[in-house]
C-alpha cells in the first residue's frame, strides 16, 4: 500500500510538472544577503531564483515546491550545508534535486568528499565567477526543462493511451451490445412464420439477401436461394408463375408489390406463400425489392373450410325452404297416381305413362332427400347395425348393375362393432360409392367392401376422440387427380358426362357421416384406384333381431269393420283431399281439418270421435306438434302421427316420444301400416 502510494504520489508530481507553464526554479541558500543578490543577478536570465538564509527555511520551501537545482552555502549558523544536504537526500521528493555547494575556503579534498558524499554534483568558490555558474546552473536547468518535457509527453501520451483503452472498451462494449441485439432480433424472427429478403428490381429477380427463418418456413437454407439466381421464381408453381412475374414488374412502377403463390418446398409439396414488399430507394446504388414471405397454407385451408361451411348453410338453407313445399306437391302426386292406378282400368298405352310419371316424381323426392343429406337436415333413425348381415342385401341391390367385367366382394365379418347409424341411408351410401367405383372402371376391375374397428385417441380435424367402425369401399379404377380431390364433395361438382349425373353422390354421402357423428376420408391415386372410408361411431347397444314387416293387405282382409277413425290435418288442400280419398277407399273414417287452428276446433268440440290423430308438421299459427299436446291434455295417450315434408331435426326432435315420423312423400301402405300400428289393437288382435 505504501509503495502505491508513493506510486501515485509520484504521478501527481509529474502531472503538476507537466502543467506548470512558469520558468525553472533555483533554490539559492545563503546566510549572507549580497551572496543571495549576487546570484539573482547573474542567473535570473535563465532561472527563477528563489532565496533564502537558512537550511531550515530551504527545507520548507522543498516541501512545497519543485527546483531544477539548489545552490547550499556551505557554513550557515544552524543547520550548515553538510546537514541541509543529508535531509534533502533523505525526502522523497527532493533527494534526486542537483545540489551545488557553495564554499569560500573550504577547498581541501577531504571536504569537498564529504560535501560529494553529502549529495552535491558540482563546487562553486566564492567569489564566483559569473560565467561559470552560469554555465553551471544553465546544465542543470536545461536538464531539469528536458525532464519536464518528458513528462508532459508521457501525461500527454499516457492521456491518450487512457483514451484509447476507453475508446477500445467502448467500442468493445458496442460491439457486445450490437451482437446482443443482433441475436435477439434473430431470435426474435426465427420464432415468427416469415422470412424478410431482398431481391434484384430486374429479372431474373435473383435473391441477393435472405434471412433464416426461410429454412423453417421452406426447408432451404438462405444460401441455395442466393446461390442460384433462378432457384426462387423455378420453383414457383407454374399456374401461379405468371402472376408472380407480373406483380414484381409492377413494383418498379407502383414502388410497392402483393402476390399470393404455390411455392415447391424441400419436401416436395406445395405450401401457399404471400409475398409483400416495397421498392428500395437507390441512393446511387442498384434498385431492390424488399419484402417479406409469409407462409398463409393454415390460413388458407381454414378459410376454405370457413367458405365450405358458409355454402353447406346456404344450401341447407335453400333446401330447406323448398322441401317442404316441393315434397307437398310430390305427395300430391305420388298419392294420385296410387288412387288413379287403384280405381281406373289403364290400357297398354297409358300403363307406361303412368309408370314414368310414379318415377319422375320418385326421382324428385331421391333428389330433395340427397339435397337434404349434404346439408345434414335429413332425418335420421339411427340404430345399431349388424354390418356383416347387409351383405346379401348389397349383393342384391348391386350386382344386377354392376355387370360381368366387375367383380364385387363383400368381407365384412361379425368381429366388426356395430355402428350406430341409420340403417337406411348407410345402403344408399354404399350403394352410391359401388356405382361411382363402377363408373371408374369401365373396362372392369374389383371393387371391395372391407370394415373394421379403429379408436381415436386424440381429436383431429373430422373426427372427435372414442371407437369407430371403419367401412372401406377400394376400387382399381382410373383413380381421382390430387387437384380436384379436395372438390368432389362439392354439392353439384361432377367429372362424368352432362346427363350422367348429378353431382349430388358423394357430396350426399359426406353430410350423411357428417350428420352421424363420422366422416368420410378419401385417399386416391391416378391409374392405381380409389379408396372411400366411412367412418362411423360405435353404438353402444346391439343389434336388434330382424322385424317382420305388417302385411298392410292382409290386416285390411281380416280386420274390415275393425278400423279406426282419423283426424287428418295438413294445410296443403290437395294433398289433404287425395290422402282422405286413398283412405276412405281402404275403409277407415276420415275427418279433415285444412289447419291447427280448425283441428283444435274440432277437437274441443268432439275429442270422442277420433282414434288417430294424423297431422303434418308445418303448418301456419298451429304446428302439429302443438296439436298434439293439445290433444293429449284432453287424452294422455292419444295416439298420433306426424307428417312432414321437411322439418329441422331439433325442431321434430321436441315432439313426443311415443309419436312416429313419417316424410313426405309418403307410400300409402306405409301410412296405413303406422295408423294401425297405433290405432287398430283391435283389428291386430283380430287377425
Known amino acids: 500500500?505504501?509503495?502505491?502510494?508513493?506510486?501515485?504520489?509520484?504521478?501527481?508530481?509529474?502531472?503538476?510538472?507537466?502543467?506548470?507553464?512558469?520558468?525553472?526554479?533555483?533554490?539559492?541558500?545563503?546566510?549572507?544577503?549580497?551572496?543571495?543578490?549576487?546570484?539573482?543577478?547573474?542567473?535570473?536570465?535563465?532561472?527563477?531564483?528563489?532565496?533564502?538564509?537558512s537550511g531550515e527555511e530551504a527545507l520548507r520551501r522543498l516541501l512545497k515546491e519543485d527546483f531544477a537545482v539548489i545552490l547550499l552555502d556551505v557554513l550557515m549558523p544552524g543547520l550548515d550545508g553538510y546537514e541541509t544536504a543529508d535531509l534533502i537526500r533523505q525526502r522523497e521528493q527532493s533527494k534526486r534535486t542537483p545540489l551545488i555547494f557553495l564554499t569560500a575556503i573550504n577547498k581541501e579534498d577531504a571536504h569537498m568528499l564529504r560535501g560529494y558524499d553529502a549529495g552535491a554534483v558540482d563546487y562553486v568558490f566564492k567569489p564566483f565567477d559569473p560565467v561559470m555558474l552560469r554555465s553551471k546552473v544553465a546544465v542543470f536547468v536545461e536538464l531539469h526543462e528536458?525532464?519536464?518535457?518528458?513528462?508532459?509527453?508521457a501525461v500527454a501520451e499516457q492521456g491518450l493511451l487512457a483514451k484509447a483503452l476507453q475508446a477500445e472498451k467502448e467500442k468493445l462494449e458496442a460491439e457486445r451490445s450490437l451482437r446482443n441485439a443482433e441475436e435477439r432480433q434473430e431470435a426474435i424472427l426465427s420464432s415468427l412464420p416469415v422470412c424478410f429478403h431482398a431481391r434484384a428490381a430486374e429479372p431474373p429477380f435473383a435473391a441477393r439477401f435472405v434471412t433464416?427463418?426461410?429454412?423453417?418456413?421452406?426447408?432451404?437454407?438462405?444460401?441455395?436461394?442466393?446461390?442460384?439466381?433462378?432457384?426462387?421464381?423455378?420453383?414457383?408453381?407454374?399456374?401461379?408463375?405468371?402472376?408472380?412475374k407480373e406483380?414484381?414488374?409492377a413494383a418498379k412502377a407502383n414502388g410497392f408489390y402483393t402476390c399470393e403463390f404455390r411455392w415447391q418446398c424441400a419436401d416436395g409439396k406445395y405450401r401457399i406463400f404471400l409475398d409483400q414488399g416495397v421498392l428500395s430507394k437507390g441512393d446511387g446504388r442498384r434498385q431492390e425489392i424488399l419484402g417479406t414471405l409469409l407462409d398463409v397454407t393454415e390460413r388458407r385451408g381454414l378459410e376454405d373450410q370457413l367458405l365450405q361451411s358458409q355454402r353447406l348453410d346456404a344450401i341447407g338453407k335453400l333446401t330447406g325452404g323448398l322441401a317442404?313445399?316441393?315434397?307437398?306437391?310430390?305427395?300430391?302426386?305420388?298419392?294420385?297416381?296410387?288412387?288413379?292406378e287403384r280405381h281406373v282400368t289403364l290400357d297398354e298405352k297409358a300403363r307406361p305413362i303412368m309408370d314414368l310419371t310414379r318415377?319422375?316424381?320418385?326421382?324428385?323426392?331421391?333428389?330433395?332427400?340427397?339435397?337434404?343429406?349434404?346439408?345434414?337436415?335429413?332425418?335420421?333413425?339411427?340404430?345399431?347395425?349388424?354390418?356383416?348381415?347387409?351383405?346379401?342385401?348389397?349383393?342384391?341391390?348391386?350386382?344386377?348393375?354392376?355387370?360381368g367385367l366387375v367383380r364385387f366382394d363383400w368381407m365384412v365379418d361379425d368381429t366388426v362393432w356395430p355402428p350406430h347409424v341409420d340403417v337406411g341411408q348407410l345402403e344408399l351410401a354404399l350403394m352410391n360409392l359401388?356405382?361411382?367405383?363402377?363408373?371408374?372402371?369401365?373396362s372392369g376391375g374389383t371393387i371391395s367392401v372391407l370394415a373394421k374397428n379403429r379408436t381415436i385417441k386424440t381429436a383431429s380435424e373430422d373426427l372427435t376422440p372414442g371407437d369407430y367402425v371403419v367401412i372401406t369401399i377400394k376400387d382399381t379404377g382410373a383413380g381421382i387427380p390430387q387437384d380436384i380431390l379436395a372438390k368432389v364433395v362439392e354439392p353439384f361438382f361432377t367429372t362424368k358426362p352432362v346427363g350422367k349425373g348429378t353431382g349430388l353422390g358423394l357430396s350426399t354421402v359426406y353430410g350423411f357421416m357428417k350428420q352421424s357423428g363420422g366422416s368420410l376420408r378419401i385417399d386416391s391415386v391416378v391409374g392405381r384406384g380409389t379408396t372411400m372410408e366411412l367412418w362411423l361411431p360405435r353404438s353402444t347397444e346391439q343389434p336388434a333381431g330382424d322385424v317382420t314387416e305388417l302385411d298392410v293387405e292382409e290386416i285390411q282382409t281380416g280386420t274390415r269393420k275393425a278400423f279406426p277413425s282419423i283426424l287428418l290435418i295438413d294445410d296443403s288442400s290437395v294433398l289433404l283431399q287425395l290422402t282422405a280419398e286413398s283412405l276412405r277407399r281402404r275403409g277407415f273414417k276420415v275427418t279433415c281439418a285444412a289447419g291447427g287452428a280448425e283441428a283444435l276446433a274440432i277437437i274441443e268440440r268432439t275429442p270422442g270421435e277420433f282414434d288417430v290423430i294424423v297431422t303434418d308438421f308445418a303448418m301456419p299459427l298451429v304446428s302439429g306438434v302443438d296439436v298434439i299436446r293439445f290433444a293429449r291434455n284432453l287424452r294422455s295417450d292419444w295416439p298420433a302421427i306426424l307428417i312432414t315434408g321437411y322439418a329441422d331435426a331439433e325442431a321434430i326432435a321436441d315432439r313426443p316420444a311415443d309419436v312416429p315420423l313419417l316424410g313426405k312423400p309418403f307410400r300409402e301402405k306405409?301410412?296405413?301400416?303406422?295408423?294401425?300400428?297405433?290405432?287398430?289393437?283391435?283389428?291386430?288382435?283380430?287377425?
Open 670 to 687: 306405409d301410412l296405413v301400416r303406422s295408423i294401425l300400428q297405433l290405432g287398430g289393437n283391435a283389428a291386430l288382435q283380430a287377425t
Open 359 to 403: 318415377r319422375s316424381a320418385k326421382q324428385g323426392a331421391e333428389l330433395v332427400t340427397r339435397m337434404l343429406a349434404f346439408s345434414r337436415r335429413q332425418n335420421l333413425k339411427p340404430t345399431a347395425v349388424r354390418l356383416a348381415a347387409l351383405g346379401d342385401t348389397m349383393n342384391g341391390l348391386v350386382a344386377p348393375v354392376l355387370g
Open 1 to 53: 500500500m505504501a509503495k502505491l502510494s508513493r506510486i501515485r504520489s509520484k504521478k501527481s508530481q509529474f502531472e503538476a510538472l507537466a502543467n506548470d507553464p512558469t520558468k525553472a526554479r533555483v533554490l539559492a541558500v545563503d546566510d549572507d544577503e549580497r551572496n543571495l543578490l549576487a546570484i539573482e543577478e547573474v542567473l535570473s536570465p535563465i532561472a527563477e531564483i528563489v532565496a533564502v538564509q
Open 324 to 340: 317442404h313445399d316441393f315434397n307437398n306437391l310430390l305427395a300430391a302426386i305420388l298419392s294420385g297416381l296410387g288412387l288413379l
Open 247 to 249: 406483380a414484381l414488374l
Open 434 to 442: 359401388v356405382f361411382n367405383a363402377r363408373d371408374a372402371m369401365p
Open 212 to 244: 433464416k427463418g426461410v429454412e423453417r418456413l421452406t426447408g432451404f437454407p438462405p444460401e441455395r436461394l442466393t446461390s442460384d439466381p433462378h432457384f426462387g421464381l423455378g420453383r414457383v408453381h407454374p399456374d401461379d408463375l405468371p402472376t408472380v
Open 146 to 153: 528536458k525532464t519536464r518535457e518528458i513528462q508532459r509527453n
